[in-house]
């Protein structure tokens, strides 16, 4: 299978996760929290093996590997697309991958490789799918016409909660699985997470009063912790060296796609009597096909060795996920002894803990993504994806059908400009791209507002419209940041903090967002997160670097203060 460098797949989409490979050419989506993958290991045990002198790149790749395996216990996934030490290592002599002498890349089973891809990319679909599907089951679960239900009259906090319970499910669910993931494993752990969500619709779907639709949806957002936790861990450690930083970037798009499929769903039952049921329940269906299809596949190697399972099973284990080029038994130790190196290694690696966060150098660049997490909540931009069909409701279109049918609108536009950021991050820069998101959303929040409060009629309507629309750029870039700009040492610990910082404000803010546009209307809502927006500008201006173009080594020598 013919795989150019990594820039030409580096489009690849994403919901809100990115980390950059050892080479710094990966820069791609990852959801949640981010590990240096199983090649950089390759790469120090060819170091350890060969003495033959090794490029200075591939050299960083080694220093990171030696640390990285330990964090990979933490589930701290990246990407590596090293194709030339991964082929030196396995010894594949297959075409070059260039057509100009350059490293050749190893063979790819093209179906295995999707199947290793798809269960775990659907958990990350019905994450998205629930912000899609939401935004129209409030609407209809709110409607004495089609709530279907003697409850339906909610007060603000109340419609807060409904959204907000799965969020804090999310949360709770990513705590628990920090805490007991690796002694799960990426496999059950997905599957876990798919049985909660298949649960969860179920309930929903038959709930027969508000307190059992909270539980619901609590237990999903606890099946969206795991899942977010566990898929792209799997798919790294998984799926082939020299094909893993697409697959993680197109299971961020998976998300997306969900955010648009939950929307499309909305508009389908929207004018149904109990619509909001078929909306939530129609996730049990995937959900299923996530239980199965993850019983099926085998357990990732890397884990299997991590949790002392020993060479035997993770040989059959990555025998079986190499499909029909798993039969090449040299090949299947090989990288399998470079797994096991690597783990044994890192166990005599000194332990740095979550306080170690706070001390020295790894101070600054928690602020950087922290700070990032926080305002990208706290700007609103992901929770007004809950509220799509409320909001356009309230400018001015009508209930029903009309206002989801925008919100699918909203949605491809979204999938399009996150597809425009990833594709240009690499040419233009994170710093620019991150400024000038901020900046549009923050002219799009000032056209939101001033539409509410000065305008009215069609006017009003179609300013909110291209607003809204303009209100979805923040995201991709700060993830990718977030991703790239821990030190190795603290990136278990950090990448945590990230998520729970990211799950935590993005509850508070959906939980809150009703009663705050209730008390001071869309308009004087909108304004101030306009105003928490010129913060965030302002405060991405002073701090964040450029790590455009840089190893993770000199993004580290950034707060070493060692870099030129």
Not at 228 to 237: C, K, V
Not at 417 to 444: E, F, K, N, Q
Not at 479 to 504: D, H, M, Q
Request: with cysteine; charged share 15%; proline share 5%.
């Amino acid at each position: 299978m013919h795989v150019g460098p990594v820039e030409q797949h580096s489009g690849a989409l994403l919901h809100n996760h990115y980390l950059p490979s050892a080479h710094r050419a990966a820069r791609l989506p990852i959801n949640c929290v981010c590990r240096r993958s199983i090649l950089a290991d390759k790469a120090h045990a060819i170091v350890r093996s060969r003495s033959r002198e090794t490029p200075l790149h591939q050299k960083c790749s080694m220093r990171a590997g030696r640390q990285q395996a330990k964090a990979s216990s933490e589930n701290v996934t990246s990407v590596d697309e090293e194709v030339g030490l991964d082929q030196a290592l396995l010894g594949e002599p297959q075409e070059s991958s260039n057509g100009s002498g350059g490293p050749p890349t190893p063979p790819v089973d093209k179906v295995m490789t999707a199947l290793l891809f798809l269960f775990p990319a659907i958990g990350g679909l019905l994450f998205g799918y629930d912000i899609g599907a939401t935004s129209g089951a409030l609407v209809s679960l709110k409607s004495a016409v089609t709530s279907g239900t003697s409850w339906y009259e909610l007060s603000s906090f109340q419609s807060g909660f409904v959204v907000s319970s799965s969020l804090l499910g999310a949360l709770a669910g990513s705590a628990a699985a920090f805490v007991v993931g690796d002694k799960l494993g990426r496999k059950r752990e997905l599957m876990l997470g798919a049985v909660l969500y298949g649960t969860s619709a179920a309930l929903m779907a038959f709930a027969p009063n508000l307190e059992l639709l909270l539980l619901g949806r609590t237990l999903y957002g606890l099946g969206i912790g795991f899942t977010m936790h566990a898929a792209p861990a799997y798919i790294a450690e998984a799926a082939p060296a020299n094909v893993r930083g697409l697959l993680i970037s197109l299971k961020e798009c998976f998300v997306v796609i969900g955010i648009l499929l939950g929307y499309l769903t909305s508009y389908l039952f929207i004018d149904d009597v109990g619509g909001w049921r078929a909306m939530y329940g129609l996730a049990a269906g995937p959900a299923l096909v996530v239980l199965a299809g993850m019983a099926w596949l085998p357990d990732s190697p890397r884990w299997l060795l991590l949790n002392g399972d020993g060479d035997a099973k993770a040989e059959a284990a990555l025998m079986r996920a190499r499909g029909k080029y798993g039969g090449d038994l040299g090949m299947v130790r090989a990288e399998v002894a470079a797994m096991a190196r690597s783990v044994r290694e890192a166990q005599q690696e000194p332990e740095v803990g979550f306080f170690g966060l706070f001390r020295g150098r790894f101070l600054k660049p928690l602020l950087i993504g922290s700070s990032l997490m926080l305002f990208q909540q706290i700007t609103g931009q992901p929770s007004v994806l809950y509220y799509a069909a409320e909001i356009f409701e309230k400018a001015g279109f009508g209930a029903g059908k009309d206002a989801t049918g925008v919100s699918v609108l909203l949605g491809l536009f979204k999938l399009l400009m996150t597809g425009v950021a990833v594709l240009s991050v690499d040419s233009v820069g994170r710093r620019p791209l991150l400024l000038g998101g901020v900046g549009a959303m923050v002219g799009a929040l000032l056209a939101l507002g001033g539409s509410q409060l000065l305008l009215s009629g069609g006017t009003a309507t179609w300013t909110s419209v291209i607003a809204l629309l303009m209100y979805v750029s923040f995201g991709p870039i700060s993830w990718l940041i977030v991703g790239e700009i821990f030190p190795l040492a603290v990136r278990g610990p950090a990448s945590a903090l990230a998520t729970i910082t990211n799950f935590g404000s993005n509850f508070l803010v959906s939980l809150v967002l009703p009663s705050v546009q209730e008390a001071f209307g869309p308009g004087g809502t909108y304004l101030a997160f306009a105003g928490i927006g010129v913060v965030a500008l302002a405060t991405i201006f002073a701090i964040v670097p450029e790590t455009k173009g840089k190893t993770l080594e000199e993004i580290e020598a950034l707060f070493d203060g060692k870099s030129d």
